[in-house]
């Protein structure tokens, strides 16, 4: 079969850590996944690349013999028993035969009986001494938009994933951006190997009036001029609900106020909120009386006599 470069193909070098490998596989898998590129060859050709690339670089092992024996990485066995040596292309004992590597357990392989991986991989077989590998089936990447409400509490929530239907626990605290995997709920294994994983995004849209940054809230409250400067109570909306909070007299334009506890769950803890921060701006009235005119021109009479 032809050499696929798999470090090309997860667009990653050959140092690489299994964490960049990782990461690598995610955003390419998602970006070339069927569900998102319909009817285009090109892309489910690149995933089923990507699938395979990573079935062999994610494995310490596999990835060991692939970085020594390149696309025959899955006969390393057989060629170190052999005394191959992939640098020096040949072998330590003299093998009979004409086109063909010899001597393989009794069977004779030429380069075209070698075991496609990526045949293997999806369902056809490969011819081995040692019988069919099992193989991991390739995981799904899905995408799930929540309004922020439903982000603030833990619920459940069907999907159809791949033609199959799924409930879900949502809990509480989820991000916008954030994956969640859902074990063994991707794509079955090839000859009796496990299942892969489902690893659904979350797209959460924010039409409330508050701004999130991770457990915390943040919200404009307006003050209108005389309670800014006389002081009093007023209610404060918040997430899941009103509070009543004092506002100290001659409160300044832009002065932040912590409520403690007000914010957004945190994720996978139990009852542990963030904060909820607000920030005072000052309402100018507008459309005066003429005796509020009045009664503000002696305000400032008065306060520049005073100073």
Known sequence: MDYIDYYKVLEITKSATEAEIKKAYRKLARKYHPDLNPNDKEAEKKFKEINEANEVLSNPEN??????????????????????????????????????????????????????????????????????????????????????????????????????????????????????????????????????DLYITFLIDNDSDFKREGHNLYADVELDLYTAILGGEIFVKTFDGKVKIKVPAETQPGTKVKLKGKGFPVYKKENQFGDLYITYTIKIPTQLSAKEKELFEELAKLRNHEH
Do not use: C
Request: glycine share 14%; hydrophobic share 20%; aromatic share 12%.
């Open 63 to 196: 990835r060991k013999k692939y970085d020594k024996y390149g696309k025959d990485w899955k006969h390393a066995d057989e060629f170190e028993k052999a005394g191959y040596d992939p640098n020096q292309q040949q072998y330590s004992r003299q093998q009979q035969g004409n086109q063909g590597y010899t001597d393989f357990g009794g069977e004779n392989f030429s380069e075209s009986d070698f075991s496609d991986f990526f045949n293997s991989m999806y369902g056809s077989s490969g011819r081995s001494s040692r019988g069919q590998a099992k193989y991991r089936g390739q995981d799904f990447n899905a995408e799930l938009q929540l309004d922020l409400a439903s982000a603030y509490t833990t619920h459940k929530q069907n999907l159809s994933v791949n033609g199959k239907n799924i409930r879900i626990t949502i809990p509480a605290g989820v991000e916008n951006g954030q994956i969640i995997k859902i074990p063994n709920h991707g794509a079955p294994g090839a000859n009796g190997g496990p299942n892969g």
